[in-house]
């Protein structure tokens, strides 16, 4: 009797590290090669057990062309949120520095809900938090009126406790940065005023911080025009010379981001291409921006829903920083310090 279950792949790297490093070759290539003894056509699937340290994840990949007699195979990860989401957690953590009494926190609570960018805090404090209340996703099945402990932590990987009460369960409508599964609405009792301080004192530092942009370009004097013209008007800007190049800083500065400018023709990895896996792993949190040649209607047309907004190249500089300063103001409601 054949197996429907897929071949499954063990993949153990040295360090969280590497595990970035291996996942950032994903998004700036599209694929990446493992060994696989099995026999695997393409279109196959193939399951991934990875391994990094103390962090082990599931991966499902399809093969994108047959196994080779050395026994390679070029694979693309199908449904990679929860990896995305945990390479950079790790990255986050390693940069930030994970404490033992964060550590603590989190083990004794069986709630937990982790802001990754300030962005995100943002919307849940206008919607929900000032109020008193919090949306926690979990696969628990919570009953109306129990009460719990709900581990928070915010995007600088600092962690809280609150005593909840479970309002009811929420039904949300599926969004491009929301992933299916159960949640919960609760009420904060104790502990809920100590949080919204600590979330207040984030927001007010996130609120008054300079935007950071990440232009990328292969035409270097456009390139170094718009990046001179958005740091003039209060920008803190990163500058890419291709879809490639624009990768690898994604996967150290994608969660700090407010905003990406792209061309969409660019040699090797083109622009289009670039803010699909950009939307796919990180949803909405961050704006992107065609700024290319051609009418706008046209550009509106060949990008689709996957840009924030289109820019003509054929409209004068000046018009251009004014407009994505202009989106950035009108996202974040607030004025950068020059």
């Given at each position: 009797?054949?197996?429907s279950?897929p071949?499954?792949v063990?993949?153990?790297f ?5 595990l970035?490093s ?13 060994t696989?003894?099995?026999q695997?056509?393409t279109?196959s699937?193939i399951r991934l057990d ?7 994840l599931?991966?499902r ?10 026994g ?6 199908e449904?990679?949120a929860?990896?995305a ?8 953590d390693?940069?930030?520095g ?18 990754r960018?300030?962005?995100q ?18 696969e628990l099945?919570l009953?109306?009126?129990s009460?719990?402990v709900?581990?928070v932590?915010f995007?600088?990987n600092?962690?809280?406790n ?5 309002i009811?369960?929420?039904?949300l409508?599926p ?6 599964g159960k949640?919960f609405?609760?009420?904060l009792?104790?502990?809920a005023?100590a949080?919204?301080k ?6 007010a530092?996130y609120?008054a ?12 004097l456009f390139?170094e025009a718009?990046s001179?013209?958005?740091a ?9 010379e291709?879809g490639?190049?624009?990768s ?7 969660y700090?981001?407010d ?19 950009v939307r ?5 949190d961050v704006q992107i ?11 509106k047309?060949?990008?689709g ?8 190249k054929?409209?004068?500089?000046p018009?251009i920083v004014y ?6 103001l009108q996202r ?7």
């Amino acid at each position: 009797m054949v197996s429907s279950e897929p071949p499954a792949v063990a993949i153990r790297f040295d360090s969280d590290s590497a595990l970035a490093s291996w996942y950032a070759q994903y998004v700036a290539q599209g694929f990446v090669t493992i060994t696989c003894w099995a026999q695997v056509a393409t279109g196959s699937g193939i399951r991934l057990d990875l391994t990094a340290g103390e962090l082990q994840l599931v991966a499902r990949a399809r093969a994108l062309e047959p196994r080779q007699a050395d026994g390679t195979v070029r694979v693309a990860l199908e449904a990679e949120a929860e990896l995305a989401a945990a390479v950079a957690s790790q990255q986050l953590d390693r940069r930030l520095g994970r404490t033992a009494e964060n550590e603590r926190r989190r083990r004794a609570s069986p709630l937990r809900v982790r802001f990754r960018s300030y962005h995100q805090l943002w919307r849940e404090y206008v919607e929900r938090l000032t109020h008193g209340a919090l949306l926690v996703p979990t696969e628990l099945a919570l009953e109306v009126g129990s009460s719990s402990v709900l581990t928070v932590t915010f995007p600088d990987n600092q962690s809280m406790n609150v005593r909840t009460k479970v309002i009811g369960a929420v039904d949300l409508q599926p969004a491009r940065e929301t992933r299916p599964g159960k949640c919960f609405e609760v009420q904060l009792t104790d502990g809920a005023q100590a949080l919204l301080k600590e979330a207040d004192r984030l927001l007010a530092h996130y609120l008054a911080k300079r935007p950071y942009v990440l232009v990328v370009d292969d035409d270097v004097l456009f390139r170094e025009a718009l990046s001179d013209g958005l740091a003039e008007a209060g920008v803190d800007v990163e500058t890419a010379e291709d879809g490639y190049d624009a990768s690898h800083l994604l996967m150290r500065d994608l969660y700090e981001l407010d905003a990406i400018t792209m061309d969409l023709q660019m040699p090797g990895l083109d622009g289009h291409t670039l803010a699909q896996r950009v939307r796919r792993v990180i949803g909405s949190d961050v704006q992107i921006v065609v700024i290319s040649g051609g009418a706008e209607a046209e550009l509106k047309t060949r990008v689709g829903p996957v840009a924030d907004q289109v820019i003509s190249k054929s409209i004068p500089l000046p018009e251009i920083v004014y407009r994505v300063r202009r989106m950035l103001l009108q996202r974040h409601e607030f004025e950068p310090k020059k």
